[in-house]
């Protein structure tokens, strides 16, 4: 296992994302268009207890929500977005986050069912040159922490598709991370909300970790 020593003021590229004084934590990203960008606000609260539990990684549990319109995103590292339904950038959210991203931000985002379009749409806006790649089983964030052979696990089954993980990448740094047809967020909400067998939970979380250990080692 990789031990990181992660400050609490993280420089990237220039940019200083000022983290809590208690310690690193997931912001979730709010965004317009009507898709459900709140639903499930256990589970950055569950992933950070759990990557406290098992990592040196020090956290800050809170559900903590930053709206894409304010330049708030510029004070934190990491930033999770999901839903299910539609995604509209503004202009200047798209150069808002196009800056974001490549001064060293890092955005995860999970289709929690029916996003997908939409964050393919949008995120063209953001990065007309720059499509979404699949990430190969090899590829380090599958092992950055725990060891995920087969890549993204499939967490919830959707359509019943393989489960995949895609990638913007900027000066070959992941920037961007999107996991389609697996939901690993749905796996980190409180288990009464999904009803998830504990090891599917746990296969979850523990995804969760390697996802963030990789952000941070970048």
Do not use: C
Request: charged share 20%; proline share 4%.
């Amino acid at each position: 296992m990789k031990i990181l020593k992660i400050l609490f003021i993280i420089i990237f590229s220039g940019l200083i994302f000022a983290q809590s004084k208690d310690g690193f934590q997931i912001v979730r990203l709010k965004y317009n268009g009507g898709g459900d960008w709140y639903n499930d606000p256990s589970s950055e609260v569950n992933l950070l207890n759990f990557i406290q539990q098992n990592t040196n990684i020090k956290v800050d549990a809170e559900y903590k929500i930053v709206d894409l319109a304010s330049d708030e995103i510029f004070s934190y590292p990491f930033l999770f977005m999901t839903g299910h339904g539609n995604v509209v950038f503004t202009n200047d959210e798209v150069y808002r986050l196009k800056t974001y991203l490549e001064n060293g931000g890092f955005l995860y985002i999970d289709d929690d069912y029916g996003l997908d379009k939409a964050v393919r749409r949008e995120m063209k806006k953001v990065f007309p040159q720059n499509d979404f790649v699949e990430l190969p089983f090899s590829y380090g964030l599958y092992h950055s922490f725990f060891n995920f052979e087969n890549g993204v696990p499939k967490t919830h089954e959707h359509d019943g598709k393989p489960a995949q993980g895609f990638g913007i990448f900027i000066n070959n740094r992941l920037a961007v991370y999107y996991t389609y047809e697996s939901n690993p967020s749905d796996g980190w909400a409180d288990a009464t909300v999904h009803n998830d067998p504990p090891a599917k939970r746990e296969e979850a979380l523990k995804f969760g970790t390697n996802i963030v250990v990789w952000a941070l080692s970048q």
